[in-house]
């Protein structure tokens, strides 16, 4: 079983660094399932960006984020869209995979929901796993991966090599 995460404190350098790790992977041939966040710029200033999740290995994008008006400070998170994406990401992943990616274990995932069910799944079937985590949500996820994971840096060539050796069964 392999299970890496990383994180990065530079705003969206976590979410482009998956994104492109995901798509290199698939043009090397990897079966690769699971979802990236694609953030989209915000309609007006009063808002900060939407979040979009892109389903590997080819869309749909889906939002999972609400608007809650102007000046609101709630968790913007559609959690009707995420199990939305979640369920969908649990078919691919029952039809085969080499590499599977979590854009971030967050609250959800923290509170036993999300993506964290599918992550078991994916390690118990023998697919390399790769999931974002920040900072505030580290311990989090240390919790509930024990000492099953790797810490990586948010580089792209550690990540790529990391997930190369993976599909190896390394």
């Not at 690769?32 to 869309?59: F, H, I, T, W, Y």
């Not at 809650?68 to 998170?77: D, E, N, Y």
């Not at 969908?88 to 509170?111: I, M, P, T």
């Amino acid at each position: 079983m392999r299970l890496a995460h990383t994180g990065s404190d530079i705003p969206g350098k976590m979410n482009e660094t998956l994104r492109r790790l995901a798509e290199a992977m698939q043009a090397e041939g990897a079966r690769v399932v699971g979802a990236v966040q694609v953030n989209r710029e915000p309609d007006s200033e009063d808002v900060p960006c939407d979040m979009d999740l892109k389903l590997l290995p080819d869309g749909p994008h889906m939002c999972i984020s609400q608007s809650l008006g102007p000046g609101s400070t709630g968790c913007r998170l559609d959690t009707e869209q995420l199990e939305a994406a979640v369920h969908e990401c649990g078919q691919r992943l029952a039809k085969g995979a080499d590499l599977f990616f979590v854009n971030k274990f967050g609250s959800h995932e923290a509170e036993g929901r999300g993506f964290r069910d599918l992550i078991g799944t994916a390690l118990a079937e023998d697919v390399a796993v790769v999931v974002g985590v920040t900072e505030a949500k580290l311990d989090d996820f240390r919790a509930f991966s024990g000492d099953m994971a790797e810490e990586l840096p948010c580089d792209f060539d550690i990540l790529l090599e990391w997930c190369r050796a993976g599909m190896q069964g390394a």
